[in-house]
């Protein structure tokens, strides 16, 4: 389970940490109260300082780090059973998970929805419009298109049921840089067996491992990069995950060209 902590080394502010979270940082956006930025009502009224707040998130700006080659490392020999993010950024994809592994509960850019004929679009169609602060308009009905991130309130993608599945089945949950204070999301960290133990790579502790642990649970509290760093060079796989970057960030390199 990952949150907005695991890309803010790649350089993407998370939300709720105190003076550098985007919530705390939105006065430049003109909007009654920091939630409001993903809530539909206020969307349709003024879809500006979502658009404002798009532009700056639109994958292509940002790298992976070492968190998202972490799990992309799990994958690799076969030990990540799935990947629940709350990130919009793509960073899991573009660190090569397959998106098989993946399950974005809060959607993405990678599609998007015109509000008003329902139309589908990639999300690409509208990357001129983000760049050049336009608001992306449906060419057939003239509707707002909206990139297909869950706004508070909307039904999360089908995809999520999957954790009926994957939960009952892990025998190990990583829930790595998130504050667990968004439902339904929060709560699947309950869903794995009470024999499972859990392991919280976090800045500070949050949820169940705050209010009622379990027997089973491990907090490493601190810079999840650092806390993740400590776990592979616990597991040995410290060459592997340096070969690993080495290899991605060529790729990426080589795409930037
Ligand atoms: N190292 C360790 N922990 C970090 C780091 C870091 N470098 N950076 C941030 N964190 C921690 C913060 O201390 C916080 O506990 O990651 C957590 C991020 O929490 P939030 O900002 O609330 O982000 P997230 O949990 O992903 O928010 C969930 O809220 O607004 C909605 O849809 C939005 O998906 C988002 C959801």
């Known amino acids: 389970m990952a949150g907005a902590g695991i890309s803010t080394p790649s350089g993407i502010p998370d939300f709720r940490s105190p003076g550098s979270g985007l919530y705390s940082n939105l006065q430049q956006y003109n909007i ?11 969307f349709f009224h003024n879809p500006k300082p979502f658009f404002t707040l798009a532009k700056e998130l639109y994958p292509g700006h940002y790298r992976p780090n070492v968190t998202h080659y972490f799990l992309r490392l799990l ?12 990130n919009i950024d793509g960073l ?15 959607g993405s850019f990678a599609s998007a929805t015109c509000t008003v004929c329902r139309r589908s679009f990639p999300g690409e169609d509208l990357w001129a419009d983000v760049m050049a ?4 308009c449906c060419p057939v009905c003239t509707g707002v298109v909206k990139p297909d991130i869950v706004f508070f309130g909307e039904p999360l993608p089908s995809r999520f ?23 339904p999301f929060a709560s699947l960290s309950e869903m794995v067996q009470k024999s499972v133990p859990r392991l919280l790579i976090n800045r500070d502790l949050v949820g169940p491992f705050a209010w009622h642990p379990r027997s089973r649970d491990v907090a490493q509290l601190g810079d999840v990069v650092h806390g ?16 690993l970057i080495q290899r991605e960030t060529g790729k990426l390199d080589g795409q930037d060209r």
Request: net charge negative; charged share 25%.
């Open 75 to 86: 994958h690799d020999k076969e030990l990540l059973l799935r990947l629940y993010t709350q």
């Open 161 to 183: 049921l999957l954790h009926l599945a994957d939960f009952p089945m892990a025998d190990l949950l990583l829930i790595l840089g998130t504050s667990l204070e968004v439902e």
């Open 32 to 42: 009654p109260y920091p939630e409001a930025i993903f809530e539909l009502e206020f």
């Open 133 to 136: 602060d336009r608001v992306p």
């Open 92 to 106: 899991e994809r573009a660190s090569g998970i397959p998106a098989s592994k993946l399950v974005e509960a809060h």
């Open 228 to 243: 993740v760093e400590r776990l592979v060079d616990l597991l040995g796989w410290t060459q592997e995950m340096q070969d």
